[in-house]
C-alpha cells in the first residue's frame, strides 16, 4: 500500500514535474569589486538602416569608445538586434529600422553622460536605457529569434 | 478541518455563510519576467487595435499587469509595436 503511494508519487514528479530550463548566463562576469559598485545595463539604439548597413563597425566602433574609454565603463555585449526591422509606424520618415543592443556594466553616475552624448549623436533615432537587477533571460536572442519562438495563435477570435 | 468550517467563521473563504453564490477567486497568472523586445509574447496581452487587455481580460495579478504595461509602452516607443492601428 505504502509502496504503491511511493511508486505513484514518484513517477508523478517525474512527469509532471519538470525541471525549469536551466539559466546559461550569456553576459561574462567581472571583478566582484567591480560589481560591486557598478550595474547591468541595457541599451538599445535605432539607426537607418541605410547607414548602419555601410558604417556598422564604426558605429560598434563607437558605442565601444563612449562607455569603455571615454566613460571607463565595462562594455559586456553589442549585438545587432534587428537588420532592417520594418516599424510600427514612422519614425523620422523612416519606415524600417536596425537596432543595436548593448550590454554593459557601469556606475550609476555615468549614465547622465552616456544619455546626453546619446542625444548629440545624429545617427541614433532613438535610445532606451535600461537597469538590470541581474542577467535576465534571452540575452543574445535576435529580433528573427523571438518572433521564430512565437507560441500558437491567440486562443479565441 | 470539518469541525472549523461548521462551527467557527474562522475556516470559511470570501464570500462564505449563507445565501449560496459565493465569490470565486480567480485564478491569476504571474510572470516573473517580460521583455519589452519579445513581441509576439505581448501581442497577446493586447486587442488587434494594440490596445492593453484588462487586468481581468489578461488574467495577471498586478504585479504582472504592470510589467506588461511597462514592457508595451518600450516596445511602442521602440517602434516594435503601434500606438494605434
Redesign the interface.
Known amino acids: 500500500m505504502s509502496d504503491d503511494a511511493t511508486a505513484v508519487a514518484g513517477q508523478e514528479s517525474d512527469t509532471v514535474k519538470k525541471e525549469p530550463e536551466e539559466f546559461k548566463p550569456q553576459l561574462p562576469s567581472l571583478d566582484p569589486e567591480i560589481e560591486k559598485t557598478t550595474r547591468l545595463y541595457e541599451l538599445m539604439l535605432m539607426f537607418d538602416p541605410a547607414e548602419a548597413s555601410r558604417t556598422w563597425d564604426k558605429l560598434v566602433e563607437w558605442v565601444n569608445d563612449l562607455i569603455g574609454k571615454r566613460l571607463g565603463q565595462h562594455v559586456l555585449r553589442v549585438d545587432k538586434w534587428a537588420d532592417s526591422r520594418k516599424l510600427a509606424y514612422e519614425i523620422k520618415g523612416l519606415k524600417r529600422a536596425t537596432y543595436m543592443l548593448v550590454w554593459f556594466r557601469a556606475e550609476p553616475k555615468t549614465t547622465r553622460e552616456l544619455e546626453q552624448q546619446i542625444r548629440l549623436e545624429e545617427r541614433i533615432l532613438r535610445h532606451l536605457l535600461l537597469v538590470h537587477d541581474s542577467e535576465p533571460p534571452g540575452v543574445g536572442q535576435t529580433a528573427e529569434d523571438f518572433d521564430a519562438a512565437a507560441p500558437p495563435p491567440p486562443e479565441r477570435y | 478541518m470539518s469541525r472549523d468550517r461548521e462551527y467557527g467563521p474562522g475556516g470559511g473563504g470570501p464570500g462564505g455563510g449563507g445565501g449560496g453564490g459565493g465569490k470565486r477567486r480567480r485564478r491569476v497568472r504571474r510572470i516573473e519576467?517580460i521583455?519589452?523586445?519579445?513581441?509576439?509574447?505581448l501581442r497577446?496581452f493586447l486587442s488587434?487595435n494594440g490596445k492593453l487587455h484588462s487586468r481581468k481580460r489578461n488574467s495577471a495579478d498586478a504585479k504582472t499587469q504592470n510589467k506588461v504595461q511597462a514592457a508595451v509602452k518600450?516596445a511602442?516607443?521602440?517602434?516594435?509595436?503601434?500606438?494605434t492601428n
Open positions: 519576467f521583455d519589452y523586445k519579445d513581441v509576439p509574447t497577446k488587434p518600450r511602442r516607443f521602440m517602434g516594435l509595436l503601434s500606438y
